[in-house]
């Protein structure tokens, strides 16, 4: 079962040849959700051969350009591609007045329908759910109203030990009862208990995206041990001063975060353009937190699952 992270875009508030505005396409279980939608992130797509037409639903943390330029051409794109089915969009409730502008102005016979969700200012909510996925948004600390965003795959069912199948004679027809815990009495009236003929299921995975933040303890609670944290770490350590006035991070500071909230992986992004080079703020980050990468625009990250195997 695939969870995936593609970084689409690594930069800053402005772009460089290397690093595109921020956008991530997240696959769980081949359900895409776009995390923010910087200038070109239709054409990021594109270039990283991932389809526009998968995309359902559409996370943006905040109002600042460089997190939202690319989402008004997307839309256009899936008007001109004859796009039926709706769009749902999570945002700070002012791009609703925005997106109406544009719809009237740029989006002539609109096709599709845009459901449009709103984060509520300062507060986490659940956003979506279905079988395999929860996702939650919870705010962080901006010098606008800004979210982050947990995607969390749901316990699954437990795992048959086939070989017990085959010893115990189990029919078919008992199979989803013992994935959902039931015991299983033989013919001969013996109690075979649920644990001795299953195996538990994979460890169900977790990935939050931080982006744009201050450092703020206040997210640990939403990000503790997740299986891979997306911090933004926008400036080195020594200019911590500056981050603090424009309300972002340094890659010490994610680190930090990544390590207090006990993550396995961090990556970091949302790198200023005054840095050509980056290793310095990896290293950075590796002080604090030994497992960070830097996230490089066209990678994906996949989350391997643990395979448990029978005994
Ligand atoms: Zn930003
Ligand atoms: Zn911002």
């Known amino acids: 079962m695939n969870f995936s992270v593609t970084v689409l875009g690594t930069a800053s508030a402005i772009p460089n040849s290397k690093r595109n505005p921020s956008s991530q396409l997240i696959n769980i279980h081949e359900r895409y959700f776009l995390v923010d939608c910087g200038e070109g992130t239709q054409i990021q797509i594109r270039k990283n051969k991932q389809k526009l037409g998968k995309i359902n639903h559409i996370f943006i943390s ?6 939202i330029y690319g989402l008004f051409p997307l839309l256009s ?12 969009i999570y945002a700070n409730k002012n791009l609703e007045k925005i997106l109406a502008f544009h719809v009237q102005y740029f989006i002539s016979n609109q096709k599709f329908e845009i459901i449009f969700h709103t984060l509520p200012e300062g507060e986490s909510i659940n956003l979506y759910e279905d079988d395999h996925v929860l996702i939650t948004a919870f705010p962080l600390q901006h010098s606008v109203p800004t979210h982050g965003f947990l995607f969390k795959e749901k316990d699954r069912l437990r795992k048959i030990n086939k070989h017990k199948i085959k010893e115990y004679n189990i029919p ?18 013996k109690l075979i208990p649920n644990n001795k003929i299953t195996l538990d299921p994979p460890p169900a995975r977790r990935f939050a995206y931080c982006s744009d933040t201050a450092y703020t303890e206040s997210i640990l609670p939403f990000v503790e041990n997740v299986d891979l944290l997306y911090h933004e770490a926008t400036f080195k350590e020594n200019e911590k001063e500056r981050a603090k006035t424009t309300q972002h991070s340094t890659a010490k ?3 930090t975060i990544a390590k207090l909230a006990k993550a396995k992986r961090l990556l970091v992004g949302h790198f200023s353009s005054r840095y050509k080079y980056l290793e310095a703020l990896k290293k950075e980050a590796q002080i604090v937190f030994k497992e960070t990468e830097l996230a490089i625009d066209g990678e994906t990250y996949i989350i391997p699952e643990k395979i448990i195997y029978p005994l």
């Open 62 to 67: 905040h109002l600042h350009g460089d997190h």
């Open 77 to 88: 794109t899936y008007n001109l591609l004859d796009r039926t089915s709706p769009l749902h």
């Open 172 to 189: 078919v027809t008992q199979i989803m009862n013992i994935k959902n815990g039931a015991s299983y009495t033989t013919k001969e009236g």
């Open 253 to 255: 500071e994610a680190a």
